[in-house]
């Protein structure tokens, strides 16, 4: 059985990452991909599917873990009867490779480690062929399955023919260091030479506080916030620019349920607020390189856009259910790609438009393609704009005119005007005036109930959605305006689940799925925002405390949260629950800055 999703912590090289349990175990590792299929899979079934466990041999051992100060590199103190080790996990940054290290250092008294290697390359479809490689190393072991091929140096591994796994049990004492090195490499090459691990070690280090501490981070709630952006670059392909929604497939948002997503692939909506958050603090870099992505991904016609890509720009995403895989605790299916990448939701376009808007606000120079692609799109928005869609939350259902969707729209005229009126680029700013105006008009004839004063999730319904939230965060309406604090208490009424946020009422049938998920961080992020753009400074920062405070112990949160259970829940770690705690953060410190002029 998986343990509890908050009992992980990730490691990653920012090509893929790895899920490292509180009891030692990597449960969840895909190579060399975030997409890749999975060479660890227990965390969606048991340790039969894949699993690399060190940990003391004691089972009455305990362990506190922390990361070594702002970095991916996790730190794991064992406490043992007869002495304390501490194993180091990391994945080391920038050589182009994909390896997982482990040391073991002895602090006190001797300590007896067990290891256990189970490989199982494509999500447990393919038990390797392993064999002894002294060639390599005196204790080198290579595993080889198809295209999959992984070597491992250290303590000597043993067969186990009862769980088709390896195992070795050595001793490490006060002062004694050992080191056990995984490398993933296509099956039909020679595997690579060894690593220098402490070069690594210290390099990659280096790297990940160099790039932690290139910005300025709002006061409070600082150490949340810079592991926050940590987990944003984490989540983001070195090589590609894309940025990946979750690094995990499958996780429940319903425990024993069957929403379960593949979270492994670029949400343009998730990409650009991503980039949002990365922009205003500081981090040009990254935006030039996630557009130069963009630009890849959606060259074309802007009519084959796709609310989501593979990590190189792939567009091709079909899903499907694996059978090799039981499901996280049981909750099936398991899936693989994702069939809403077929949908279209109009939101995109407004946060596409938003997200250049602050590249081109900070400096981002426009180049000969960013440009004429934004007229591009603002041009099929002209003749589509009001086309129903499937929403921001991937409606499954059918597609009907959401409110949330509509107003993004206008958000991306709005963006058009304000590029060629305040920066002189070439595009027809009057007519997109007369369509931002005009979709304005709508939305308050057709989107919004008088009755009730606030605005709805779709035209001709009377419920509300989170995602109305963002109304204000875009400018359409301020977040003091009569209507958006009518929208606020009926969101508080309807939605708020033991102080925190639900996306909107499954029972009201609207998404053509099972009922049934629990509060969405995201969007609990959201209502501190909208708490502190509207003078309700001391509820912001409540509510804001007690997010914080449902991170696990090393800062790392999922999508949803159970507040019965009180226990993580869904596809982890979330990039749009760790973006969505970045501006929170930064809404908080604009409101006490403004309170004490």
């Not at 975030?34 to 899979?41: E, L, M, N, V």
């Not at 760790?578 to 604009?590: G, K, P, S, T």
């Amino acid at each position: 059985m998986a343990l509890p999703i908050e009992d992980y912590a990730i490691i990653g090289d920012c090509h893929t990452a790895a899920l490292v349990g509180r009891d030692g175990s990597i449960d969840w590792l895909c190579l060399p991909r975030f997409d890749s299929a999975s060479t660890f899979g227990a965390l969606l079934g048991t340790r039969e599917h894949g699993r690399w466990l060190l940990a003391p041999s004691d089972e009455n051992s305990t362990s506190t873990r922390s990361y070594v100060d702002d970095t991916f590199l996790l730190s794991t103190i064992w406490q043992t009867p007869t002495g304390s080790v501490e194993v180091l996990d990391a994945m080391p940054h920038g050589d182009r490779r994909a390896d997982v290290i482990r040391r073991i250092r002895g602090i006190s008294g001797t300590v007896e480690m067990r290891q256990e290697l189970a490989i199982r390359f494509g999500y447990a479809d393919a038990l390797p062929w392993m064999r002894q490689t002294p060639e390599h190393g005196d204790h080198s072991v290579v595993g080889v399955a198809g295209p999959d091929a992984v070597i491992v140096r250290g303590p000597r591994l043993h067969a186990r023919a009862d769980i088709h796994a390896h195992e070795s049990v050595f001793t490490v004492a006060e002062g004694e260091q050992v080191d056990i090195v995984m490398t993933w490499f296509p099956s039909h090459r020679n595997p690579p030479e060894a690593v220098d691990v402490d070069e690594q070690l210290e390099a990659t280090a280096a790297w990940w506080r160099t790039w932690a501490h290139s910005t300025e981070l709002p006061p409070d709630y600082e150490a949340a916030v810079r592991r926050s952006l940590l987990v944003l670059r984490a989540l983001t392909h070195e090589d590609t620019g894309g940025i990946v929604a979750a690094a995990t497939t499958s996780l429940p948002e319903q425990f024993g349920g069957s929403r379960n997503w593949d979270y492994r692939y670029v949400w343009i909506r998730d990409a650009a607020l991503t980039l949002s958050a990365l922009m205003l603090h500081g981090y040009e870099e990254e935006a030039g390189h996630w557009r130069r992505w963009l630009l890849r991904a959606i060259a074309g016609d802007p009519a084959d856009i796709q609310i989501m890509y593979g990590l190189s720009g792939e567009r091709r995403l079909p899903e499907y259910e694996l059978d090799s895989l039981p499901g996280y605790n049981g909750a099936s299916p398991v899936r693989v790609g994702n069939g809403a990448s077929g949908q279209y939701q109009g939101d995109i376009f407004g946060e596409l438009m938003i997200a250049l808007r602050e590249a081109r606000r900070i400096g981002v120079d426009e180049d000969r393609f960013s440009w004429p692609l934004q007229r591009a799109l603002l041009g099929f928005l002209e003749a589509n704009w009001m086309r129903p869609d499937n929403g921001i939350w991937e409606i499954r259902g059918p597609q009907v005119a959401f409110t949330h969707s509509r107003a993004m729209i206008w958000a991306a005229f709005a963006c058009g005007v304000e590029a060629v009126r305040e920066y002189g680029l070439p595009g027809d700013a009057d007519r997109w005036a007369s369509l931002r105006d005009g979709i304005r008009a709508e939305i308050e004839a057709n989107g919004y109930d008088a009755e009730r004063n606030t605005f709805v999730q779709h035209y001709g319904s009377t419920e509300v959605d989170a995602s109305l939230l963002l109304l204000s965060q875009i400018g359409f309406v301020e977040a003091d305006d009569p209507r958006m604090l009518g929208t606020v208490a009926a969101i508080e009424n309807d939605l708020l689940r033991d102080g925190l946020l639900l996306r909107y009422r499954t029972e009201s049938g609207v998404d053509g799925l099972p009922g049934g998920e629990h509060p969405f961080l995201a969007c609990s992020f959201w209502l501190v925002q909208q708490y502190a753009h509207s003078g309700r400074l001391a509820d912001a920062t409540a509510l804001m405390d007690r997010l914080v405070a449902l991170a696990n112990d090393v800062g790392l949160l999922s999508e949803e949260y159970d507040v019965v259970g009180e226990r993580q829940v869904g596809n982890t770690p979330q990039a749009f629950s760790h973006l969505a705690l970045v501006r929170a953060a930064d809404a908080i410190a604009h409101a006490k800055a403004a309170a004490s002029d």
